[in-house]
């Protein structure tokens, strides 16, 4: 197959104008994460790979992150792909959760040529704000599919708090 | 292989149901492409492979399944489906085509046709 085929394909992961917006409101929101690969992290140099877009330094992922709340607890969902559930950290801040780790890269064959290569790879950090109090100890995680399900009983049970903002 | 970019076609597609690319790694070897796709939430029931001619599709979509009466609080990922086409070149045998889905990483392997494939040829000594 023809290099010229694959660059002409791969330049752009936003082909649609509604999934240019998706990924605009993903990133402000806080989903675009840097990964840092670390020394021993084996990925390829960049004469290794045949895209232009590719840098061993650092790549970016978006890793979506959702809240939901009931009068009990929050449920956290963030999207984590490839990861052993054992690499995956979290802790809970007082206001805030934070997940991180490192995804790693794994080469198919001594052989191969990469041609694309798009994924992140590297030591990850997420932080999560959440709205409520939570009780860290009665905390519960699930990794599936990869996605982390986080469930955390409030410390305040009660309706989702709203604050109203005087304009003045 | 390469990537289908037709305007007319994507434009339908976006109209139908808007779905997110998922970013991949396309390897080849000698003998064949390895591509992985990160598909985080799609589980292999809502995992969806077909090839067409020589366009191969990568379609899932994401399940969130969360409790009744929960409210969302803040949401990120409000487009829970993904796709991806691609064009395959005529080296490769898409009938051989093997999937693998884990922790929302998708591999795919697709060998290259048998006379695409290196061969060795034996020398005989006269």
């Known amino acids: 197959m023809r290099l010229e085929d694959l660059k002409q394909g791969f330049t752009s992961l936003w082909d649609s104008v509604s999934e240019g917006w998706q990924r605009l409101r993903q990133s402000a929101a806080g989903a675009l994460i840097r990964f840092m690969p670390g020394e021993g992290s084996n990925l390829p140099a960049k004469a ?15 890793l979506g992150g959702d809240v939901f709340e009931d009068e009990r607890r929050l449920v956290v969902r963030v999207e984590v792909p490839g990861m052993k559930k054992d690499e995956i ?8 959760l934070v997940v991180s780790g490192e995804k790693r890269f794994e080469r198919e064959s001594s052989e ?18 959440l709205p409520a109090r939570v009780l860290p100890d009665q905390a519960n995680a699930r990794y599936a599919d990869g996605v982390l ?13 709203g604050h109203t903002i005087q304009v003045s | 292989m390469s990537e289908a970019g037709n305007v007319t076609k994507q434009v339908d597609a976006a109209r139908e149901q808007a779905a997110m690319m998922p970013p991949v790694d396309v390897v080849e070897d000698p003998t064949g492409i390895t591509l992985f796709a990160d598909l985080p939430g799609v589980p292999k029931d809502k995992l969806d492979l077909h090839v067409e001619g020589d366009s191969l599709t990568i379609e899932g979509e994401v399940s969130v399944d969360m409790p009744e009466g929960m409210e969302a609080s803040y949401v ?16 490769l045998d898409p009938s051989k085509v093997t999937a693998e889905l884990a922790q929302g990483v998708l591999k795919l392997r697709i060998p290259k046709a048998a006379h695409a494939q290196p061969r060795r040829i034996e020398i005989r000594a006269g």
């Not at chain 1, 950290?89 to 805030?96: P, R």
């Not at chain 1, 694309?116 to 790879?121: E, I, P, R, S």
């Not at chain 2, 990120?76 to 080296?91: A, G, H, I, N, Q």
């Open chain 1, 112 to 129: 191969g040529r990469y041609r694309v290569l798009q994924c992140a790879y590297g030591s990850f950090r997420r932080v999560i704000p």
């Open chain 1, 149 to 161: 399900k986080i469930e955390l009983p409030k410390a305040f049970p009660g309706k989702p708090q």
């Open chain 1, 89 to 96: 950290k979290i802790e809970v801040l007082d206001d805030a």
């Open chain 1, 48 to 62: 290794e790979v045949d895209d232009d877009f590719y840098l061993p330094s650092h790549g970016w992922a978006l």
């Open chain 2, 76 to 91: 990120e990922v409000s487009l829970p489906r993904y796709r991806r086409v691609f064009t395959l070149s005529k080296e």
